[in-house]
Structure formats: C-alpha cells, structure tokens
T-cell receptor
Framework: EAGVTQSPTHLIKTRGQQATLRCSPISGHTSVYWYQQALGLGLQFLLWYDEGEERNRGNFPPRFSGRQFPNYSSELNVNALELEDSALYLC????????????FGSGTRLTVV | GDSVTQMEGPVTLSEEAFLTINCTYTATGYPSLFWYVQYPGEGLQLLLKATKADDKGSNKGFEATYRKETTSFHLEKGSVQVSDSAVYFCALGTVNTGNQFYFGTGTSLTVIP
C-alpha cells in the first residue's frame, strides 16, 4: 500500500512569492490534514479537508489556503510568503474511523529567503 | 476543550536506560490515544495506540497504558537504544472533535552510547 505522498520534498521561495504544496492521501482515505512544524517547535494545525470540503481551520492568516480535489488529493497554498513561513509542512490522512490514527507524509520543507 | 500535555524535553539517556515520557490529556468525550515518533528529517510515524480505558498499546519495546482515572498515557521503554533517538508526540482523537487529533508539543529524546 502506497503511503501518503507529498511534493515537492524541498521548496525555496523568495519573500512575497506564492508556494503550492501537494499531498496524495492513502487510497481509501477521504480526510486530509495539514500541519506546520517550524524548526524546534511542535505541530501547528493548519487545515482539515474531508470529502472536498474544508472542515476546520487552525489559527493561521487567510493567506494560508487550500483545497481538496475529487480524488481526495489536496493542495496547500501560501500567498505573500514571509520569512517565518519557513517550516516543514506535513500532510496526513486517515480512515473513516479515527482508531487507526493518522498516516503522515514525509513533508515538504519550505524555505523562504 | 480537548488537549494534551506532554513532558518537556529534551531528554538525554544512556543506552539501556529506562525511558518514561509523561502525557496527560483533557477530553470531553472518550478519546483514542496515540504516540507518534518523528526521526530526524522525516514525517511522523504511528508508534502505538489505545482506544479505550485500560488498553495497553505496545510496539518495538515501547508501551503505554490508557489510564482514565489519571487521564494519562505515559510512554515507557525498559532499555533504550541509540536508534530510539527521535521526537515523540502524544496525541488524542475523539469523535466529539470531529475526528480531529490534538498533539502534544513533542519530547526530544537523545540516547548516547
């Protein structure tokens, strides 16, 4: 079974640009979660998508947005990049029952210069 | 609201030492509890889980028991190895939160030979 795949692995952008990060969940998983992990810090919840709809959003400005496609893959967009957006962005998916937990991708390392 | 409080790190142990990482939770419903591990440069991997009170999750020599009376889910290992060096995250999920997980802040473990 293929795991959660994220692309690109690394991304370097200039302040003010836009970044697009992609996530493909495990086949059969309909929920996708995005987390930000800044260096030395814990996981900060960004967004949750389920069945194509945004279900919940963390405490992030509107320039963080995303969407989920009909095949359940997801895209995270970060507009007007700031230096403090530099972080590891993790995507996770899960089965319908939460008892199996989340499965995480390896992440996209975004560096804003 | 639901939350997880995790022991502050970093933790440094000698090889073969006993490990305990404390985790306590607050939840309005009946959560499932999880421990995740993050090795350097990687995403999070599910280490073990417990879905109801008194359940014991175990994997790779790690154990944690779901204690409803003390609202705890402490992670233990009898003899750590250098390869256990990683960041450990405690998490809870409950249907009351729409199956969204809440993560602790993470505890960094370094095992020295």
């Amino acid at each position: 079974e293929a795991g959660v795949t994220q692309s690109p692995t690394h991304l370097i952008k200039t302040r003010g640009q836009q970044a697009t990060l992609r996530c493909s969940p495990i086949s059969g998983h309909t929920s996708v979660y995005w987390y930000q992990q800044a260096l030395g810090l814990g996981l900060q919840f960004l967004l949750w998508y389920d069945e194509g709809e945004e279900r919940n959003r963390g405490n992030f400005p509107p320039r963080f947005s995303g969407r989920q496609f009909p095949n359940y893959s997801s895209e995270l967009n970060v507009n007007a990049l700031e230096l403090e957006d530099s972080a590891l962005y993790l995507c996770a998916s899960r089965w319908a029952t939460l008892n199996y937990g989340y499965t995480f991708g390896s992440g996209t390392r975004l560096t804003v210069v | 609201g639901d939350s997880v409080t995790q022991m502050e790190g970093p933790v440094t142990l000698s090889e073969e030492a006993f490990l305990t990482i404390n985790c306590t939770y607050t939840a309005t419903g009946y959560p499932s509890l999880f421990w995740y591990v993050q090795y350097p440069g990687e995403g999070l991997q599910l280490l073990l889980k417990a879905t109801k009170a008194d359940d014991k999750g175990s994997n790779k020599g790690f154990e944690a028991t779901y204690r409803k009376e003390t609202t705890s889910f402490h992670l233990e290992k009898g003899s750590v190895q250098v390869s256990d060096s990683a960041v450990y995250f405690c998490a809870l999920g409950t249907v009351n939160t729409g199956n969204q997980f809440y993560f602790g802040t993470g505890t960094s473990l370094t095992v020295i030979p």
